[in-house]
């Protein structure tokens, strides 16, 4: 596993993104839809050379399963993301050593259309809750 | 800048590493005091060369900073630190920049014992509010 980016929640991609630039952060995706986690999305590079982002996540309508996390704690770090080869294989493990699996592996357009990635096999993605503390996010890129 | 960790507040560290040691993140420092931040402290090592850490932070004393986000929140992501080579200077940027700093760059002892750093002038370190959604620690470490 290697860290592949902190899922952080806001009330409006724009706004923050100007606040990331503020800091000096200024690579960054173009924002898109994820019609499946119901939210919109855009990737900021967390250092130069680092390959790790700052994934800026806003709730996309009123069933979105991150509406709750800004309304209740008005948003901010969310999740961390590792990347694994083989997200079945690392998902059944996780499942074996008693860890909620809470969004079973999916496909993640948004992550490929946001990266430019022309996939043949689109990048999937899952999400376990590992402990009241802590929210981790599966990826397997597309390939 | 570039990401040099991201802080979780945990109820208890030591649970807590068997957690990620089930995760398959083994690689970890000692836990050390930081009696200025009042908390006590751990890095683990988020991907194989990555440089990236998740600092585990439990609370030290009632007059602890993180005892409130522990009891009201119940733990959970608490900041990214970003590395920067000279703190006063950084700090000064972000403060004209009208970022609210909550702590002014103070020693860190914690850091350089937890990572058996040598130094003449020891880790520095400071936090900014820099929205509703986000708290950032600026590092400068110790030579």
Not at 24 to 31: A, I, R, S, W, Y
Not at 65 to 73: D, E, S, W, Y
Request: charged share 30%; aromatic share 6%.
């Amino acid at each position: 596993m290697r860290l592949d980016h902190i899922g952080l929640v806001v009330e409006n991609i724009s706004e923050f993104s100007e606040i990331l630039r503020d800091l000096g952060l200024e690579q960054m995706t173009p924002t898109e839809v994820e019609p499946i986690q119901k939210v919109s999305g855009r990737f900021v590079l967390a250092g130069e050379g680092q390959e790790v982002y700052i994934e800026l996540l806003e709730p996309l309508g009123e069933e979105s399963p991150i509406r709750n996390f800004l309304a209740k704690r008005g948003g901010g770090l969310h999740h961390l993301c590792f990347e694994v080869e083989d997200i079945d294989k690392a998902a059944k493990q996780l499942v074996e050593k008693g860890f909620e699996m809470v969004c079973a592996p999916v496909e993640s357009v948004g992550y490929d259309a946001v990266f430019n990635r022309a996939c043949e096999q689109s990048t999937r993605i899952a999400f376990f809750v590992v402990s009241d503390e802590l929210l981790i996010e599966l990826v397997e890129k597309g390939h």
